[in-house]
């Protein structure tokens, strides 16, 4: 076998060495070409953007700017999936025009790209990954804002892409970075990032015209000039000011208005929330701010109540770890997705204003939005008085009644007055929800889920951390509810065959990754299934 081996190794090198040869000998034969000065003129730009944000246009733009400036230019595209999911790169070559016609590329190939545009952070970050970005020639222009990818969204735990990477990436990777919120300032224009991103194209110099020219080329499309320009002028102000610093989160927030009795209830909390340890004051704020605007100020200080059980049990030994854990958890505990809730978001006036600008819609025109409401017959028991509620979800006959009555699904027209004021009504229920068989079984689920968490902390503080972690899994309504609980119950129970271990907290938080990996559990089911062969050998 050796021998067979080393005679195969000696036939491959003899016939890579007859290639090399052969190959030499054609070289030989074939004069070397300088390379055409010209193709060092011809400029490439390509722009990446998703669907429904203008790209066309802008590359329409940008092509109309040079040909009225005495150059060639060849534009083409690679559409993306479908409209608003999928990325576009527009591509556009020039150069100036002479007695011979150029022969243009028809995409952009990496590390050949003099202007970069994207349309979005991602888009940033995507453009730097495909080589498109080089620190030797490439102005990269880029908008901070961010929509959402669908795989994004669909991670079962926080799947929004770090933003700060993407531009840490963009500035070692760009000859020259313009970075700003371009979406924003057209918005506030009342135009669309286009308009902006080509005033930034303008201000950059990476093309040898002038401004007037820029703004030519837009006063021949003859749609929508005026806003365009207004957009275009502050994304030409963007472009000097640099790369836009990172803003910073005010505390505003905490400052609110209302009836005088009210804001003297939330100022008490306030008092209470600055006699907590420094490092939980701010994370046990924010939780409060949510518990509150979920129920009232009365509900706010059964939060504190019971932050100030747990901040007991802590020390700053630990860095307060666990009191500034609890105090987001235990927050988004209280606060759950019921009906009374769904339906009070629904209603509110910004969510209605924020679609408004989502949707570019004008104020004299008129939007349409249908809500579409899949309530489980749990909802609907959950929403009865608490002992009615527990009644019923013991008679496996009327629950089943309820799935039928309930269970196909509702779209409500909240355009419409009927369906705006029954869910006005249901959202204006916080006074009843105290009540409700719902916010009784949400108390209890809360107390186990603490004394579960709790449990270890003599032993293993930094179990009980990742225990009350753990709740990080339960999110949403109705069904997406059900299934994030089931995964909450079978991480829960996976952390009960680890106790005693020096390294069950790093088990329990791998549980826990394993749960916001996908939808259909099977990275924990098979991070289960390693707990078990280890826990209980003598089962496998």
Not at 5 to 13: E, P, S, V, Y
Not at 524 to 534: I, K, M
Request: proline residues 4%.
């Amino acid at each position: 076998m050796a021998r067979q081996a080393t005679q195969q190794g000696d036939r491959l090198a003899a016939t890579a060495a007859r290639y090399e040869t052969v190959g030499a000998a054609m070289n030989a034969l074939i004069p070397a070409k300088t390379p055409d000065a010209r193709v060092a003129q011809i400029t490439k730009l390509a722009v990446m953007a998703v669907g429904g944000q203008g790209g066309g246009v802008l590359t329409a733009w940008i092509e109309t700017l040079a040909r009225a400036q005495g150059y060639e230019v060849q534009a083409t595209s690679v559409a993306g999936v479908a409209q608003r999911t999928g990325a576009t790169i527009y591509y556009i070559e020039m150069t100036p025009q002479t007695d011979h016609q150029p022969i243009f590329a028809l995409a952009p190939s990496a590390g050949d790209v003099d202007i970069l545009i994207a349309a979005e952070m991602m888009e940033v970050g995507r453009a730097v990954l495909r080589g498109f970005v080089t620190p030797d020639r490439t102005t990269l222009i880029g908008s901070t804002h961010r929509a959402l990818a669908v795989s994004e969204k669909t991670v079962p735990g926080d799947g929004i892409a770090n933003a700060d990477e993407v531009r840490a990436a963009a500035e070692i990777a760009a000859q020259r970075l313009i970075l700003a919120d371009m979406e924003g300032l057209a918005v506030a224009q009342g135009s669309v990032i286009s308009a902006s991103l080509f005033g930034a194209l303008a201000a950059s110099e990476a093309l040898p015209f002038s401004r007037d020219a820029f703004e030519d080329s837009i006063r021949q499309s003859g749609k929508g000039v005026d806003a365009s320009l207004r957009a275009f002028a502050e994304g030409f102000k963007a472009a000097h000011a640099g790369v836009e610093p990172v803003k910073e989160i005010s505390d505003a927030s905490a400052k609110i208005v209302g009836p005088q009795t009210l804001v003297e209830d939330w100022e008490k909390l306030i008092v209470r929330v600055e006699a907590l340890p420094s490092s939980v004051q701010s994370m046990a704020l924010a939780g409060l701010q949510k518990v509150v605007d979920f129920q009232d100020c009365a509900y706010g200080s059964t939060y504190l109540e019971r932050l100030d059980g747990i901040i007991a049990l802590d020390s700053a030994e630990n860095d307060w770890l666990l009191s500034i854990t609890a105090a987001k958890y235990v927050a988004n505990a209280m606060a759950y997705d019921d009906i009374i809730r769904v339906a009070d978001i629904k209603t509110r006036q910004p969510r209605f204003d924020r679609i408004r600008t989502e949707m570019g819609a004008k104020p004299d025109q008129v939007m349409q939005l249908t809500e579409y409401f899949h309530p489980r017959a749990e909802e609907i028991a959950g929403l009865l008085p608490a002992g009615l509620g527990a009644r019923i979800e013991g008679q496996p006959k009327t629950m089943d009644r309820l799935d039928r009555w309930f269970g196909k699904g509702r779209r409500l027209r909240t355009d419409s007055l009927p369906a705006f004021a029954m869910l006005h009504v249901l959202g204006g229920l916080k006074s009843y929800r105290l009540k409700t068989r719902r916010h009784a079984v949400e108390v209890a689920h809360l107390d186990a889920w603490l004394s579960r968490s709790l449990d270890p902390l003599a032993t293993d503080y930094a179990l009980s951390v990742e225990l009350l972690r753990c709740r990080r899994l339960i999110k949403g309504y109705s069904d997406t509810h059900a299934r994030s609980q089931t995964k909450f119950d079978s991480v829960m129970n996976g952390a009960a065959l680890l106790k005693g271990r020096p390294d069950a907290a790093e088990w329990v938080a791998r549980l826990r990754h394993a749960a916001l990996q996908d939808p259909e559990g099977k990275a924990l089911s098979g991070a289960l299934e390693t707990v078990r062969s280890f826990v209980d050998p003598q089962t496998h």
